[in-house]
């Protein structure tokens, strides 16, 4: 247990990764990915995903080489809600396995899916179990941003590995959240089911008032709380990027979305829908009003 699965994923690239080192991560991706990567003196090596920006076992194929060290996998994902289909899972792991490649599953959305059931790529096999650290926490689906607790499990030595750095670094997230963390994962689940419910009513409203928007498009997230839209038809003189047209939008119309440029993927922007019913639909009334203009 860690604060935050943030400082989980940096203690495993710190005990997994050297200088020299190689790893996969699919784009587009949460920028901490990358960064927590080269902190390391590892290389990130990039695949850049196309609509509707599902991972397949072939893509990671092609980028292999004698110094990949770890895959980094992240469904359903952050920033599109993508979900890896379970016959690629399976491809996946079986390639992992062959290549002698760790594999570090982000899996925080998991309880947060729409159209299909969530497959921890670590419940496949025995195999690929020895070489996976899978990890979570309860930022997202809990709505405990605040008390930060992150938590992985994997492989007893990586793991020991893990504990030893961050005896260095911290003692522990506060016991208050300790306790609260018990709580959530152990208690009642109902809120849970209730907030995925919520979510996907959202979602569905979302999805229908882009459709009114011709200039925008986005692919139906399987997961999570965010569409990853494309305004690519919108950009030209007046806004050359994504950056500049959002930061434009927020100044306009005090609605606040990420450009995919912090996602490594221009063209793009963030929406995330966790946000109460009202503000969803004032927020879509002043997008297409700033289209508009």
Known sequence: MGVGAKQILYNIFQ??????????????????????????????????????????????????????KVLLLNSPSNPTGAMIEPEEL???????VKNNIFVISDEIYEKLTYTQKHISIASLNEKIKERTITVSGLSKSYAMTGWRVGYAAGPSEIVAKMKALQSQLLAHTSSISQKAGVEALNGDQASVVMMQKAFAKRRTYCLKQIGKIPSLSVNEPDGAFYLFISIEKLLGKKYTTATAWAEALLEDEKVAVVPGEAF??????????????????????????????
Not at 90 to 96: M, P
Not at 264 to 286: C, N, Q, T
């Open 264 to 293: 490594f993927y221009p063209g793009y922007i963030r929406f995330s829908y966790a946000a109460s019913d009202e503000d969803l639909v004032e927020a879509f009334v002043r997008i297409k009003r700033f289209i508009e203009k």
């Open 90 to 96: 399976t491809k996946i792991a079986d390639l992992a």
């Open 15 to 68: 005990v997994l990764c050297d200088k020299g080192d190689e790893v996969i991560i699919a784009l587009p991706a949460w920028n901490t990915f990358v960064e927590l990567v080269k902190l390391t003196g590892a290389k990130p090596v990039l695949i850049t995903l196309k609509p509707p920006f599902k991972l397949k076992a072939s893509d990671i194929k092609k980028v292999i080489t004698p110094k990949t």
